[in-house]
């Protein structure tokens, strides 16, 4: 009779493979697995073999597992949480899951005295550090690299007798473990777990210390999965891959059809029991080296970004001794890493990559587990015209920023009072004033505080953002994340949310159409063009391309609303891209000081400006493309707002934009001189409708 073997976790990447195999050689196989969103966003897998039993279920449920373990021959245990940065700040969760499950399977297997074979997987993180020979010294079996050697940039591992740089070599199974990481200290303990509950009650297992797994069916949207992974996600989404220290750290990187073959060998050879076996290849691969081969697999152009940062606890290198697998059960990796990697390029053609890298990268960075001698410095201009208290609340809520290096500066719209003043003595000289003898608009305001900021060479990004806007203290590093992590992007969206209603969003930054009518984002759902002015990061090289040659940015003549999606459009003509920053949260007042989106004011500037905009931005091909939603698109504003009895306030908008149209076209020659890309790239994000809905 076929013996029945359990995978937990088992439609996750290794477990699927396994079942795969295991089913080719005629086992009955019952996967029981929760489906976690991180790794199965979109539900059970379509890989999954029909031919499995599956149970959806928690490994943390009791009743779930003992039902899922009734007349099992065979448990692989892979059920876990993953992630060795993730797993430093959801400790809780790590520990439950990895340590708890283990500790559910053993209690019901002593409760019900069943005895089926447990194979386990270990984990190389629990070594921490490789071992390294020195050639005075002989092997060595270091700690962890000091923060300040890696804060001087001295990356490699030194003999502790002579200081000399040393050579990394492969990790035996006896090497001491020392984890530094949650994940990898609940691998440890769960081995010591199942060794002293296994040996005392006689239940054969096994354990097998996975070094780095790649392969087809690694999620490539889980930025907490395999360092491969996540660099072919980003790949594919157009952007560099991420290398932090020097790039030559090196790991292990072993295919996850070798590992399933050791698995194999695990579950059928009695030599295996009782023992542990490191399952790799015995060669190290240095990271960098391996980011090029698949940028170059990828038919891409770019190059990794190495940005000289190191994540704490981590371990420079990291490559297995598997000469005792080798030895007892036979076992010898088989493919060759540039067939493997080059295997999963032509898989990861046809799938689907959401690229989420900075976000978890700027996780770590948020919990202190990302380092680096600098950030690069952000200037924040927001707006004050007579509102001191919203002011006040603004730099207060930016002064708790978590952002190190960070620039805070106020324009004073010509209030009344000595607003500025006030502000400057509230704040003793922490923030920087501007002072304007008259209101200039938020254009006017926006290019004093522009100006100021880029007198500062060392600033690399300026955001703006409203001073009835309250930022939460991880904000900046968010808005920041995207733009080091690809260049190319110019323009980050933050997320903003209502003051009084804090379930409901205000604005997701501006989707435009291809009648360069410009929308509130309420939902993720269409494309962002670019920022709003409300709370928008912009590369601080972006805006010196696109300044006017009379000094501006934004444009004076606008005063108010439009503003944004002039400087949008041109900075996307001059080569840069907008993305949106989820976790960068602020709490707007909306309307606090324009009176609403309804007011005359907003109204007249709103329709006013979208015109000069039309004229002084769109080229002419996507002019003589979508002219008719254009007209169609001016003349349906307008019998709108006469519905609404807003006759007076939408002809004095209209009119003003016609008389006005002599001035657009002087500066659209400077403005069409900066494009540096194709219609076709500036119509991409474009949503092709004159008109669309406020959210999906």
Request: with cysteine.
């Amino acid at each position: 009779m076929a013996k029945t073997v359990l995978i937990t976790g088992g439609a996750g990447f290794i477990g699927s493979h396994l079942t795969d195999r295991l089913l080719e050689a005629r086992y009955r196989v019952r996967i029981l697995d929760n489906l976690d969103p991180q790794i199965h966003s979109e539900g059970k897998p379509a890989y999954l073999n029909p031919e499995a039993e599956f149970i959806h279920g928690d490994v943390r449920d009791r009743q779930t597992f003992k039902a899922a373990l009734e007349g099992v021959d065979a448990v692989f245990h892979f059920a876990a949480a993953v992630g060795t940065g993730q797993s430093m700040y959801q400790i809780a969760k790590y520990s439950a899951v990895n340590i708890g499950g283990l500790s559910n399977l053993l209690d019901i297997l002593v409760e019900t005295g069943a005895r089926p074979k447990i194979i386990f997987p270990g984990s190389a993180t629990s070594y921490g550090e490789c071992a390294h020979a020195c050639p005075e010294h002989g092997l060595q079996f270091p700690s962890l690299r000091p923060i300040e050697q890696l804060e001087r940039k001295d990356w490699e591992i030194h003999c502790p007798h002579c200081q000399r740089v040393m050579t990394p070599a492969p990790i035996p199974e006896t090497q001491p473990l020392c984890p530094q990481f949650v994940y990898g200290l609940n691998k440890k303990s769960c081995e010591e777990l199942l060794e002293a509950v296994a040996n005392t009650y006689g239940i054969p297992y096994t354990i097998l210390r996975f070094f780095n797994v790649y392969g087809p069916r690694q999620s490539l949207s889980n930025p907490y999965t395999g360092v491969i992974a996540i660099f072919s996600s980003r790949i594919k989404n157009g952007q560099p891959p991420i290398v932090i220290e020097d790039g030559r750290e090196s790991r292990d990187f072993v295919s996850v059809y070798d590992v399933v073959r050791a698995c194999v060998l695990a579950l059928e050879k009695d030599e295996a029991n009782g023992q542990t076996f490191n399952v790799g290849t015995g060669q190290g691969v240095e990271i960098l080296p391996m980011a090029k081969l698949l940028i170059k697999l990828h038919g891409a152009t770019m190059e990794p970004v190495v940005n000289g940062e190191f994540r704490k606890n981590d371990f420079r290198h990291s490559q297995a001794d598997i000469s005792k697998i080798r030895r007892l059960l036979g076992f010898e990796p088989r493919v060759d890493f540039v067939d493997g990697i080059t295997e999963l390029y032509h898989w990861s053609k046809d799938q689907t990559a959401t690229d989420r890298f900075h976000e978890a990268f700027e996780e770590l960075r948020q919990r202190g587990l990302l380092t680096t001698s600098e950030r690069p410095k952000v200037a924040v201009v927001a707006l004050n015209w007579n509102t001191y208290d919203l002011t006040v609340e603004c730099v207060e809520a930016l002064q708790r920023s978590s952002y190190p290096n960070l620039k805070i500066i106020i324009v004073d719209n010509g209030s009344a009072n000595r607003e500025g003043g006030r502000l400057k003595d509230k704040f003793s000289q922490t923030i920087e004033v501007v002072q304007n003898e008259k209101n200039l608009g938020v254009a006017g305001g926006n290019n004093a505080g522009i100006r100021q900021a880029l007198k500062d060479l060392d600033v690399r990004y300026v955001v703006i953002m409203n001073n009835d806007l309250l930022v939460e203290p991880e904000t900046i590093g968010h808005l920041v994340a995207p733009a080091e992590a690809n260049q190319m992007v110019g323009m980050v969206a933050g997320r903003m949310m209502n003051y009084f209603r804090r379930d409901r969003i205000d604005n997701l930054g501006i989707a435009m159409t291809t009648a360069g009518l410009g929308y509130n984002r309420k939902s993720e759902w269409y494309p962002i063009f670019c920022p709003c002015s409300g709370l928008g990061l912009y590369r601080a090289e972006g805006f010196r391309q696109i300044m006017m040659p009379d000094g501006q940015v934004w444009d004076d003549d606008f005063f108010a609303y439009s503003d944004e999606q002039d400087v949008g459009f041109r900075l996307r003509m001059a080569g840069f891209a907008a993305t949106y920053a989820p976790g960068a949260v602020g709490y707007h007042k909306d309307g606090a000081t324009s009176g609403g989106p309804s007011s005359d004011f907003s109204i007249y500037h709103g329709h006013r400006n979208n015109l000069w905009f039309l004229v002084k931005d769109f080229p002419a091909g996507l002019w003589w493309k979508y002219l008719p939603g254009i007209i169609a698109t001016q003349l349906g504003t307008f019998l709108l707002y006469a519905k609404r009895r807003r006759m007076k306030v939408i002809v004095r908008a209209k009119w003003d934009a016609l008389r006005g149209i002599p001035k657009m076209l002087a500066k659209r020659g400077a403005v069409q001189a900066v494009r540096r890309v194709s219609i076709t790239d500036i119509e991409r994000p474009l949503i092709r409708r004159a008109y669309i809905t406020p959210e999906r």
